[in-house]
């Protein structure tokens, strides 16, 4: 059955300074829908505001997946009912190993191990860099992988990627984005990837694209508005009405 | 026997070197027990301790080996077994490591142990009432793969373990220490490591006595030129469990990682100390002590780091971190700095709080439930312990740690 993740005039505030001004988006899942924008423009604090970031204050609007209001939601249960974060910077955390995380969060341990082992092997990830401590001596691209394993055991019915292309090479590129294109079929994913690059998209197709400016859509279109931006960047886009 | 002394009598006039060990005896009685007045003794539950409670052994407990301790001993074939500060058991097929016994006197580092402990009441007890010391000693330029295994049990109601872990020249080795038992007891061990030049010695010591022990153990190291000695303590159990570890770094090159973790529940009291002694040059130490408080517990942990003039070179890093968990635990923190010489670096941190909030964030962004998220990292402090272990050795201890922690309230 197909589900609706719809985000509503989304208000966030980052120290005091509202950063996401009235952000609107409605997908379903199954499909892919990429955010992009300029430095700064709020696509980060889209991704975090939705996972629940301590340091993120939500001033209003609201977030519903299907009949579920998730700002109401702590961040366990936010990705419980299906909306997990893939970040750009996974932190690490000493002491704690990743397939206890998963155990935590409520995956069968049975065969977990080899579910994370078969994950890694889909994005190229040495699976013995997932018997470390979480995201603890991994270089940038090997948690953005570490990340995509955890995507791939968590099975959310929504996922959000903030820049998994940045740090990674080429190579890896087009395996983390063939593995996001096969969620959409495997388990009827949601797929919403924050980036800057369209390499990203060369195997992923969008259903969408959204270009974010000063904290809101500003444009919203196919797979042709990647080519526009790379052709004319984000000015002819720039949201005026922030100052 | 009506008292401690009557039984501390009957145990030293029954072994050959009574003579060294009433020397000892005289030394505790002249000290007399500490009083918290004392400023190292200022946070121990003293005035609940009275020694007439315990007896001193002349003979091990018989008793069974609990389940974790015989599946420790199932993974090495090298296994001490220490009864009540009795060897009972030892089996080494390992090339180039022997188990031998000595009088608790015998001289450590060319020391004096009168002198060493002269101001240690606990040590000087130790000293008396050792049935021996258990010597272990790894011939120069083996590399011992297998880790040894020291098991200690306490069923009597005081045990005096001694212990001392000599590597030769160039020789490396992992040795694990165990204790546990220890119901409504006294323990008090005394371990001196012995590490040549270019030896290398990884030690893990995992403390899960009775929440009713007392528990006083002390650790001196000695390390020679380009040693390195790779020492972590666990301090689980103990109703009071006082850990002293000192090192000395005594000629140049050497090297010493040293960690300490604790999770203190219920009233327990947990009292580490450190002090890493730099005398040679370019040596260097690192310590990290790390720990966490629950219910009405309270811990202290006092380190100090002391350079002798002429240690040119030297870098000496202390960090402590102390984890709150209840409004009415509580923990201190002193660290102490003292260098004589001019041409080092040295540095020191330390930090009361609660757990890292983004840590905790990233965990439950995954799914996590917060108080399983606080638990993983809690426990963490412990796992960060365990990875010099073999790690078949380390998955043994991380399941039992997993299966404490969850016995406490506050985190489970």
């Known amino acids: 059955m197909s589900a609706v993740l719809r985000i509503s005039n989304l208000r966030v505030a980052v120290g005091g300074k509202e950063v996401l001004r009235g952000f609107d988006l409605t997908m379903r899942s199954g499909e892919v829908h990429v955010i992009m924008g300029p430095n700064g423009s709020g696509k980060s604090t889209l991704a ?7 340091g993120y204050q939500v ?10 209001e998730l700002l109401e939601l702590s961040p366990t249960e936010r990705v419980r009912h299906g909306l997990f974060l893939a970040m750009q910077q996974p932190m690490e955390v000493p002491g704690v190993r990743l397939v206890d995380v998963l155990a935590a969060a409520g995956v069968a341990r049975d065969g977990l191990n080899e579910r994370m082992a078969s994950e890694a092997r889909r994005v190229d990830l040495r699976a013995e860099l997932l018997e470390r401590f979480v995201n603890v001596d991994l270089s940038g691209g090997e948690r953005k992988r570490a990340e995509m394993v955890q995507f791939g055991v968590l099975r959310p019915r929504f996922a959000i990627l903030d820049e998994i292309d940045s740090g990674l090479d080429v190579d890896a590129l087009g395996s983390v984005a063939r593995r996001l294109a096969e969620s959409t079929t495997e388990w009827d994913c949601g797929v919403l990837a924050i980036t800057h690059f369209r390499r990203l998209l060369h195997e992923l197709t969008p259903t969408m694209i959204h270009v974010v400016s000063g904290g809101r859509v500003v444009a919203t279109g196919g797979p042709e508005l990647a080519e526009t931006l790379e052709r004319d960047g984000y000015e002819p886009f720039r949201d005026t009405s922030a100052s | 026997m009506n008292s401690f002394a009557d039984s501390a009598t009957s ?50 407990v018989d008793a069974p080996l609990a389940p974790f301790a015989t599946s420790l001993a199932g993974l090495s074939s090298c296994v001490v077994r220490v009864a009540d500060g009795y060897r009972v058991v030892d089996g080494t097929d390992v090339k180039g490591v022997t188990i031998d016994e000595a009088p608790s006197s015998l001289a450590f580092g060319g020391d004096d142990p009168f002198e060493r402990y002269a101001s240690d009441t606990f040590a000087l ?16 330029g083996v590399i011992v793969h297998e880790p040894i295994i020291i098991i200690h049990s306490a069923h009597a109601t005081a045990s005096f373990p001694r212990t001392q872990v000599r590597l030769g020249t ?6 694990i220490e165990y204790y546990d038992g220890g119901d409504g007891a006294v323990v008090v061990p005394v371990s001196e490591l012995e590490v040549g030049p270019n030896a290398s010695l990884r030690l893990v010591t995992y403390q899960r006595l009775a929440a009713t022990a007392w528990h006083v153990a002390r650790t001196t190291a000695i390390l020679d ?27 140049s090159g050497a090297q010493n990682e040293l960690r300490t973790t604790f999770l203190g529940s219920g009233v327990q009291v947990h009292d580490f100390r450190t002090r890493q002694y730099h005398r040679g040059a370019r040596t260097r130490s690192t310590l990290l002590a790390k720990g966490a408080v629950a219910e009405s517990s309270r811990s202290v942990y006092t380190g100090l780091i002391e350079i002798e003039k002429g240690a040119k070179k030297t870098d000496a890093r202390q960090t402590n971190h102390n984890l709150l968990l209840s409004p009415f635990a509580h923990a201190d923190s002193v660290p102490n700095l003292d260098i004589r010489e001019n041409d080092v670096v040295c540095a020191h941190a330390s930090s009361v709080g609660p757990l890292d909030e983004l840590q905790r964030w990233y965990l439950e962004s995954r799914g996590v439930e917060r108080h399983d998220a606080e638990r993983l990292m809690i426990q963490g402090f412990f796992l960060e312990m365990l990875d010099a272990l073999p790690s078949s050795v380390a998955r043994l201890v991380e399941d039992d740690v997993a299966s404490v922690l969850r016995s406490v309230a506050v985190i489970a």
């Open chain 1, 59 to 68: 001033l209003g609007g609201s977030v519903r997946l299907d009949d579920v």
């Open chain 2, 170 to 175: 160039g020789s490396s080795a992992t040795v």
């Open chain 2, 125 to 140: 007890l130790n000293t008396a009432l050792a049935p021996g010391t258990t010597v272990v000693s790894v011939e120069p």
């Open chain 2, 11 to 60: 145990l030293i006039t029954s072994r050959p070197d009574a003579e060294t060990r009433r020397r000892a005896w005289s030394m505790f009685e002249a000290a007399g027990l500490p009083s918290t007045l004392d400023e190292v003794w200022r946070y121990a539950p003293l005035s609940d301790f009275d020694l007439d409670r315990y007896r001193v052994p002349t003979a091990p």
């Open chain 1, 48 to 54: 975090h505001a939705l996972a629940g970031h301590p």
């Open chain 2, 225 to 251: 030129r380009d040693a390195r000695l790779n020492q972590s303590v666990l301090g689980m159990g103990a109703n009071y469990n006082r850990s002293r570890n000192d090192a000395d770094l005594r000629a």
